[in-house]
């Protein structure tokens, strides 16, 4: 079955600094997600992506938080100043353009925020 | 406000023993309700979507019901492997397509461990 590949799997970063997480979502994929779950908690929505531009986005996805997707098949996640709070596992997923459509997740990045 | 309750929070059962996860929802408009299996540390992982005409299906061992006017769901899984050991994790779509804010809901999830 195809798969969302995440890199890197764990990134450790101090605070303020900034970090880049990576997806490369299914190749015939037309949406774009980023999802996080911090530890013991449910997943939460940040972002999802689509023809090039966000087409919605939570609370969580303030001015510090940015995508991307600078060329045919990666689409990342840019923290500007990283906090301690951002420390969570980062999923990305991508889906076909359909109604039911099936949602493919990464393995996730664990982002630690020292 | 859509949300989306599981229980129990966590479960242990022994290897080859049935269980039955629960889910219960309150979202609108009902789209299709999904379940997950999510392994510690790796991402969720699709079992079933239930649109709300169908009220079950299976994939292999698992068995999800949908009674969309009760608005609960279950997860029932047959003959209990040790690679059932895992997460499963509700989720609720409405009408808006896609994986927003506003178009999934999520439950917290159910921890499943299988005992040999």
């Known amino acids: 079955e195809p798969e969302v590949t995440q890199t890197p799997s764990h990134q450790v970063t101090q605070m303020g600094q900034e970090v880049i997480l990576r997806c490369v979502p299914i190749?015939?994929?037309?949406?774009f997600y980023w999802y996080r779950q911090i530890l013991g908690q449910k997943v939460e929505f940040l972002v999802s992506f689509y023809n090039n531009e966000i087409s919605e986005k939570s609370e969580i996805f303030d001015d510090q938080f940015s995508v991307e997707r600078p060329d045919g098949s990666n689409f990342t996640l840019k923290i500007r100043s990283t906090k301690l709070e951002d420390s969570a596992m980062y999923f990305c997923a991508s889906s076909e353009p359909a109604t039911n459509e099936k949602l493919f997740f990464g393995s996730g990045t664990q982002l630690s925020v020292l | 406000k859509n949300q989306v309750e599981q229980s129990p929070q966590s479960l242990i059962i022994l290897e080859g023993k049935n269980c039955t996860l629960q889910c219960n929802y309150t979202v609108s408009p009902f789209s299709n309700l999904r379940w997950y299996k999510q392994d510690t540390g790796r991402g969720p992982v699709s079992l079933t979507i239930?649109?709300?005409?169908?009220n079950t299906k299976s994939n292999g061992r698992y068995t999800a019901t949908l009674d969309a006017d009760t608005k609960q769901s279950s997860l029932h899984i047959t003959a209990s492997q040790l690679s059932d050991s895992a997460s499963y994790i509700c989720v609720v779509t409405t009408m808006y397509s896609g994986g927003g804010a506003d178009g999934l809901t999520f439950g917290k999830g159910t921890h499943l461990i299988i005992q040999p």
């Open positions: 239930m649109t709300f005409s169908e």
């Open positions: 190749s015939n994929h037309l949406y």
